[in-house]
């Protein structure tokens, strides 16, 4: 993959609720805006965990699902014109000698820019990792937590293990290309859609696939190549011979490679002052679930607040010629136009 | 009224609860190790628990929405519960919890 490089006034990591609305407010201060996340869609643990949970404790709306909260915040930052880049991992942070920094991602996506936000909440999602011993030998050789190439899966005996959309989708994808399959699940029911279910379950009394009730025990296999699959249940053990396989138990959050940027941290948080929200590293700031400093509350509307102060400080560092003037939206007619707002 | 919360070191502590608390928020308090990533929302599976066996009929059984969240749990076992679902009660003056190692928090790196 060639080497890209994006120049920009800002680039922020992570498109949690905090991140999206600092496209808003460094926006009214005519700041530009790139954002990148792990996920494959904005919103951060609001999308990921609880989409269609109930929060009550956004100002202003007295009820409000993680979705809801996520699209009005898209639609908030729309006027500015960020740019999203999903399912990429932040993994360089350096500091150029003429002050602004590189950004670099597990995607080989550069950037060039001037502030950086750190609006990453609880860390980055990872996959949950089964309890196997030695499963991190096997791990991208043939055991995956996500199909990226389909054809690695072809004429392969692939165990596939959960019950929710992901080892549903994938039992009945790969099961046209697979040698064999062999769905594993704790019990007879699922979290997956009723029409996948459905198709899974005529797959297996049509002979096609296999489902076995278990969890997974250990692996066999040498070299990185499992060649069997031991799980165990009710009923005691059984060995599935396999030479793929699939865990699907979702997502967790990892501090990942926060921890390496030469930060000061405070129990895995990166520590901020309450005027700026700036961290030890001047010009990268640190807003939202990822910072602390005394009295912190991980609330959404607390890194609201430090989403604003954080954008009158970045408007220093990037425009320093820029006088910055007080304004409200209600009564400003110049920031109304940046809003598109007649 | 307390808890009995044994850590991944096999060790028991005796904590002090309060009616209507959630189990978690109990540990959490008084600061065991606890991911507990949700914050009690039953949407991560983090605060998983492993209920001690006089325990287990005691506990209202799990909603369909807490089974749904062990199906994310890759070291789930017959008495896995989530904690952020078990209330304190004074029924459950005593209960005896351990904690799962699939609700052991990240190593603190500073």
Excluded at chain 1, 69 to 89: D, I, K, R, V
Excluded at chain 1, 93 to 98: A, G, I, P, S, T
Excluded at chain 1, 146 to 153: K, S, T
Excluded at chain 2, 52 to 59: N, R
């Amino acid at each position: 993959m060639s080497e890209r490089e994006i120049v920009t006034d800002v680039v922020i990591i992570g498109a949690g609720p905090v991140g999206l609305f600092a496209v808003f407010e460094l926006g009214l201060l005519d700041i530009k805006c790139h954002l990148i996340d792990i996920l494959d869609k904005p919103g951060g643990q609001c999308a990921e965990l609880y989409p269609e949970k109930p929060i009550y404790d956004i100002p202003a709306f007295p009820e409000i699902s993680g979705q809801e909260l996520t699209n009005n915040l898209l639609q908030q930052a729309e006027p500015f014109g960020p740019t999203y880049h999903y399912n990429q991992m932040v993994t360089e942070l350096e500091k150029q000698e003429d002050g602004s920094y590189i950004v670099k991602t597990d995607d080989n996506q550069t950037f060039k820019c001037k502030v950086v936000v750190i609006a990453a909440g609880g860390g980055s999602f990872q996959p949950k990792r089964p309890p196997v011993p030695e499963i991190e030998n096997f791990e991208n050789k043939s055991v995956f937590y996500a199909v990226r190439r389909r054809d690695e899966f072809r004429d392969h005996d692939i165990v596939i293990v959960g019950g929710g959309d992901s080892a549903l989708d994938w039992t009945l994808n790969l099961a046209e290309i697979a040698k064999s399959v062999t769905l594993v699940h704790r019990r007879d029911s699922f979290r997956a859609h009723t029409d996948s279910v459905n198709k899974m379950r005529a797959l297996v009394d049509a002979g096609k696939i296999k489902f076995e009730l278990g969890q997974i025990a250990n692996l066999e296999g040498e070299d990185g190549q499992i060649t069997a699959v031991n799980i165990k249940s009710k009923d005691g053990e059984k060995s599935l011979p396999a030479t793929r396989l699939l865990p699907f138990f979702g997502l967790t959050m990892k501090l990942g490679p926060v921890a390496d940027w030469g930060l000061n941290l405070h129990e895995n948080l990166i520590n901020v002052d309450t005027e700026k929200f700036t961290t030890s590293e001047e010009g990268i700031f640190a807003i939202g679930d990822i910072n602390y400093y005394p009295g912190k509350l991980k609330l959404i509307l607390s890194g609201f607040h430090e989403a604003a102060l954080m954008a009158q400080a970045a408007k220093k560092i990037i425009h320093p010629d820029q006088k910055v003037v007080f304004q409200y939206t209600t009564s400003s007619t110049s920031l109304q136009k940046k809003l598109g707002v007649k | 009224m307390r808890v009995y919360v044994t850590d991944l070191d096999g060790k028991e502590h005796e904590l002090e609860a309060l009616e209507g608390w959630r189990v978690m928020e109990v540990i959490r308090d008084w600061e065991l190790p606890i991911k507990a990533e949700c914050g009690g929302a039953c949407a991560c599976a983090t605060c998983h628990v492993f209920v001690a066996p006089e325990w287990e009929d005691k506990l209202h059984p799990a909603t369909d929405e807490e089974e749904d969240m062990l199906d994310t749990v890759p070291d789930v076992q017959e008495n896995s519960r989530l904690s952020c679902q078990i209330l304190m009660s004074e029924e459950l003056d005593g209960l005896k919890v351990s904690l799962a190692p699939s609700s052991k928090p990240e190593e603190k790196v500073a």
